[in-house]
């Protein structure tokens, strides 16, 4: 058997060995004695009795052994013109000082910290405070509008708000100051404090209850490491559920902590004094784990990148990044790819860097297609290495693990479950399914440490969202099949959450928007093939009876809204005003029908249709014929 069989069934037949031994790995307060605690089933706990500080071991540590003067974050940001390296002293000490200014705001064990910050190293300043005196972060994307960042405040209860005047997309100024004052007018749970990044790009109004942050830092008395049980919530980071509602997974800091130590040199082969550069956001899980936590907690170096893959100034910026900073391992998504793919077909920009140093390249957070697979291979010559996992996991369910035993790659598969994930393919009555069989993958529990014990305060809706359709397995909500070999195929979402550039997003939170409109019977929105985006939203609307209104108008009146009410990210351009929506006889609108006829499948009319007529006068409108 080849070692990554060998690991796999380690992780299997004993896990309490297996994740004791990994454990080793990480600095411990007080080390753990037991792994799992399954006392409470179905709700799961690692290492019960380990003590640690999740900081300590992201900075304090490398320092102590002596690594203090290697760079441990680098901010390159091609939108302001601007690059800065932190080494791992430096960055200890600005931690320690931020961690200051937080515990002197009241920030103490357990609080919670919202962070709404652009991809500037404040962020992981931020984070790793946090981290360090035991309070627990909720980082929400920039891109997410008001009314989004208000619900996430009033799930969280912050005591403090750490925001900046602004972010820079591209060669636009978005201001985040008005953003977070209109979101903490329309939440019920006031903060505290707002502690405010001025950029020089715009200065934000300061209000009486808003602190500054280089002020705040000037006088702040450095806070050490407080040691927090295994158990203990590191983060908050909510996520699109099927409803409007986002859903507040929680991260414990153990757990975490032993599986990404595990995966940095066994996945992606990158150790102390290498530099790993992952092109995503804060705002997202590959951000929270490969951008801050686990290049840190290995002794990397991690690459901060404001700026997107194209436009400013051009589609070669990954390469510059990777040559001027000698990056061994690029992480980001296939969309990124695409968009580079787009601007520069025959990856001309490429060959003006050296990429020497480039070992590999890693996607995730959508579905890998061939033909970008192809694509990016052939332009670099190096192993492109799909990977499958969602926010719930924390780290990679499936991978290939290029540092411990690289495996025959297989276009479209992300090729096999990472130790500690069980991961099967179940039918419809739950039966498994057959090789080369779509089904609903599913996790067996318990899953392993990193994954989310719970839902923040909401045990009930963690069961009824994910353990309550197959007993004993963990819902994934993708869809796939595992062929002879044992390779696994994610196929893409059976639930109404969509993928747009990378971004998970949920059609029923934007069907909520548009029913709120005053002139809406009724409305669909379905995610649809986009070939940059991989999917974008597309809403179908039936008006209420007497309304008369000029289709484009209510249209661009629609679109606004989604973008004023859930944000920009939404990227919902399309609304279609029609008579009638396609429903079952129990009255539920068929999505999923209209999906395959939107991506020009040629979908059967489903038996339990109310009506066909209604499907046959949407064709026309669902292929833009
Ligand atoms: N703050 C404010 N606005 C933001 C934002 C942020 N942090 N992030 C995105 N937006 C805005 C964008 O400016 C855009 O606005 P527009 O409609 O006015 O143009 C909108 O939200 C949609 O953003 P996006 O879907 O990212 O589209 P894009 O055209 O700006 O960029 C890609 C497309 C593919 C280049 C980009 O999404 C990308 O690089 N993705 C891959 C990496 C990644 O982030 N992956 C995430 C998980 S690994
Ligand atoms: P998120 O929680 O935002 O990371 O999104 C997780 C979802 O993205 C998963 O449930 C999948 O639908 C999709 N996804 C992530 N990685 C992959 C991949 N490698 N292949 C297919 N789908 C993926």
């Excluded at 605690?37 to 019960?48: E, K, L």
């Excluded at 404090?193 to 000037?218: N, S, T, Y």
């Excluded at 809204?561 to 009638?580: I, M, P």
Aim: charged share 20%; aromatic share 8%; with cysteine.
């Amino acid at each position: 058997m080849g070692a990554y069989e060998d690991v796999f069934r380690a992780s299997t037949d004993d896990p309490e060995t297996f994740w004791l031994q990994a454990a080793r790995a990480v600095d411990w307060h007080v080390a753990p004695t037991r792994a799992l605690d399954a006392t409470r089933q179905p709700f799961y706990r690692w290492f019960p009795d380990g003590e640690l500080n999740v900081c300590h071991n992201a900075l304090d540590r490398h320092v102590d052994a002596g690594r203090g003067a290697q760079p441990a974050l680098i901010h390159d940001s091609p939108v302001t013109g601007t690059q800065r390296t932190y080494t791992y002293v430096e960055l200890r000490d600005e931690v320690a000082r931020f961690a200051g200014v937080l515990a002197g705001l009241g920030v103490g064990r357990g609080d919670r910290v919202v962070i709404y910050l652009p991809m500037v190293p404040e962020a992981a300043v931020a984070m790793l405070a946090c981290a360090r005196i035991g309070a627990v972060h909720s980082v929400v994307f920039g891109g997410f509008a008001p009314k989004e960042l208000a619900a996430r405040i009033d799930d969280a209860t912050p005591t403090v708000v750490v925001s900046a005047s602004c972010g820079i997309e591209g060669k636009r100024v978005i201001e985040y100051k008005p953003l977070l004052d209109r979101a903490i007018e329309l939440a019920a749970h006031t903060p505290a404090k707002r502690v405010i990044l001025q950029r020089p790009q715009a200065v934000a109004a300061m209000g009486p209850d808003d602190v500054d942050w280089v002020e705040a830092m000037a006088t702040a008395t450095p806070a050490a490491c407080v040691p927090v049980a295994a158990t203990d919530p590191l983060y908050i980071l909510y996520t699109s559920g099927t409803t409007g509602k986002p859903k507040g997974v929680v991260r414990d800091g153990g757990g975490y902590t032993v599986a990404l130590a595990w995966t940095m040199p066994n996945m992606f082969d990158v150790g102390p004094g290498e530099t790993i550069f992952t092109a995503s956001d804060v705002g997202w899980v590959v951000g929270h784990s490969y951008i801050v936590y686990a290049p840190l907690i290995a002794g990397a170096t991690s690459v901060l990148y404001e700026g997107k893959p194209v436009g400013t100034p051009d589609a070669g910026q990954f390469w510059r990044v990777v040559a001027e900073h000698r990056v061994k391992s690029l992480f980001t998504a296939p969309t990124a790819f695409r968009a580079i793919k787009k601007e520069d077909p025959a990856g001309a920009l490429a060959a003006g860097y050296d990429l020497s140093s480039l070992e590999y390249l890693f996607l995730a957070g959508e579905r890998l297609d061939p033909e970008t697979y192809r694509w990016a291979s052939d332009l670099l010559g190096i192993p492109v290495i799909d990977h499958w996992w969602q926010t719930e996991t924390g780290w990679p369910i499936a991978g290939n693990l290029m540092g411990l035993d690289p495996l025959q790659i297989k276009p479209g598969s992300p090729t096999k479950p990472l130790p500690g994930w069980d991961v099967r393919v179940l039918d419809i009555s739950g039966r498994p399914a057959e090789p080369g069989v779509d089904g609903a993958i599913v996790l067996r529990l318990p899953l392993p440490p990193g994954s989310l014990p719970t839902l923040w305060n909401d045990d009930a809706r963690f069961v009824a969202s994910y353990l309550s359709a197959f007993d004993g397995y963990y819902l994934t909500g993708d869809g796939g099949h595992i062929d002879a070999d044992g390779y696994l195929f994610v196929m893409g979402r059976t639930d109404d959450v969509i993928n747009v550039a990378g971004h998970r997003l949920s059609t029923g939170g934007m069907e909520e928007v548009l029913a709120s409109h005053p002139d809406v019977a009724e409305c669909a929105v379905i995610g649809v093939a986009d070939p940059m985006k991989g999917q974008v939203p597309r809403g179908f609307v039936v008006l209420k009876a007497g309304v008369d209104r000029d289709a484009d108008e209510l249209a661009a009146e629609l679109v606004a809204l989604v973008r004023d009410q859930v944000g920009a990210v939404a990227s919902l351009r399309e609304v279609a005003v029609v008579a009638s929506l396609p429903k079952t006889r129990s009255g539920k609108i068929l999505r999923k029908t209209m999906r395959g006829i939107a991506d020009g499948a040629d979908e059967p009319v489903p038996s339990t249709i109310d009506d066909a007529t209604v499907l046959d006068a949407l064709r026309p409108v669902l292929r833009r014929e």
